[in-house]
């Protein structure tokens, strides 16, 4: 038995001259991607968790339940997954309700707790539902095969890619549902991409895989944040903030939106006080002052106290930022010219500037 709240895989062994030795344990809810470039076994440790691939040495417990270890090896059709491919495979006979329907073989709600209806208003599929897979788009396509693995029952969702094969507007078509859906489903879902904007967009959880091997797990924010990672490094890297709606300005068009003590005002379109939104803050969009600029047209300027300072890069550094309210973690990433004219070590107060704050639409 493996805590119940929990998901926990383990898989060793060698595909031709490839080489897997991956394990990792992340909760059994939201979204847990498993990010790595191209070859680093992604799709292997996923086809191993759906029993789609077999290694002797291999262990997969969901909530409490073992699919496989050293004794046991539940075949792919026993076990209670959603599993959605790069490319959607339609029943090209069927219309989308008829794949819909194929899915849900007959039964009114699916594990996620998601009846039909509410699968193809999520999905926004109502106006597609009398159509045949071949009049669809790619993202359309995309989306009835998501809807179909939700109705088959899952308790857990797997998706390989589900991005990749589409063209950049479908994919921005495709995000807001997958938003969407994840935010509103009780499942948890493994999602594979190695692209770091959907794991912005979608995940809680991050399993980060290189080479055959998980190189770190966990909470997507507290990696992205650690200076001994890559992703703190880089050039776009950024904090994810999952904040609140507490006020929205219809006159101005500004959202307040919070998180832990930190207060943020966005410009957007309204959004229903309460919601939940995730936000981004580019680490390259945060510069620092000494002290509070006079008549500065940004919005959000928050004390704060430098954690770290990191080189990153022949030119910059990354400095780590915890605002003085409380709250996540911010990152700044600037020259090192200013580092040096402006002295910064850990410990020191200041104030950063937040020139952007990026809000993905729900
Ligand atoms: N059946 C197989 N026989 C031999 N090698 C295999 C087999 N399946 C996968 N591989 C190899 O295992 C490695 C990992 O493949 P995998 O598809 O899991 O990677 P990935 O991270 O999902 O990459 P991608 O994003 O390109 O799909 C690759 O080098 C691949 O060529």
């Not at 897997?20 to 790595?36: K, N, S």
């Not at 039964?107 to 193809?120: I, K, M």
């Not at 009780?186 to 959907?198: F, K, N």
């Not at 300005?249 to 410009?267: C, K, M, N, Q, W």
Request: aromatic share 4%; net charge positive; hydrophobic share 45%.
């Amino acid at each position: 038995m493996s805590d119940p709240g929990t998901i926990a895989v383990g898989f060793r062994g060698t595909l031709g001259r490839f080489r897997l030795d991956a394990r990792f344990e992340t909760p059994a809810r939201g979204v847990t991607a498993l990010f790595g470039p191209s070859g680093c076994g992604k799709t292997t440790v996923l086809r191993s968790m759906a029993g789609l691939q077999r290694f002797a040495d291999g262990m997969c417990r969901v909530n409490g339940e073992t699919w496989q270890d050293g004794a046991l090896f539940r075949p792919p059709h026993t076990r209670p997954i959603g599993y959605v491919f790069q490319e959607a495979s339609l029943f090209a006979h069927l219309s989308v309700r008829g794949n819909l329907r194929f899915g849900a073989r007959g039964s009114a709600r699916s594990g996620a707790g998601l009846a039909f209806d509410e699968v193809v208003d999520l999905l926004g599929l109502a106006p597609l539902l009398d159509r045949a897979p071949r009049h669809l788009s790619g993202g359309e396509r995309q989306r009835v095969a998501i809807g179909r693995a939700l109705l088959s029952h899952p308790r857990l969702l797997l998706m390989d890619e589900p991005l990749s094969a589409l063209d950049r507007s479908s994919r921005d078509e495709i995000l807001p549902f997958l938003e969407r859906l994840t935010a509103r489903l009780a499942l948890p879902v493994i999602y594979v991409t190695h692209d770091m904007t959907e794991v912005e967009r979608l995940a809680e959880t991050l399993v980060a895989m290189r080479d055959g091997r998980v190189q770190s797990v966990g909470p997507l924010r507290q990696l992205q944040s650690d200076p001994a990672l890559p992703f703190a490094l880089a050039r776009d890297a950024a904090v994810t903030l999952d904040a609140v709606v507490e006020s929205y300005d219809a006159e101005y068009g500004l959202a307040t939106l919070v998180e832990g003590g930190l207060r943020l005002v966005v410009p957007c379109s309204a959004l229903p006080l309460g919601q939940r939104q995730r936000l981004r803050i580019a680490a390259a969009d945060v510069s620092l002052a000494r002290v509070p600029p006079q008549g500065s047209t940004i919005l959000n300027i928050l004390p704060a106290e430098i954690l770290s300072i990191t080189p990153a890069g022949e030119q910059a550094m990354l400095v780590v930022l915890q605002p003085s309210l409380n709250g996540p973690t911010l990152l700044a990433r600037i020259t090192r010219l200013s580092w040096k004219r402006l002295d910064l070590v850990p410990g020191d107060q200041l104030q950063a500037l937040i020139k952007s704050v990026a809000l993905a639409p729900r």
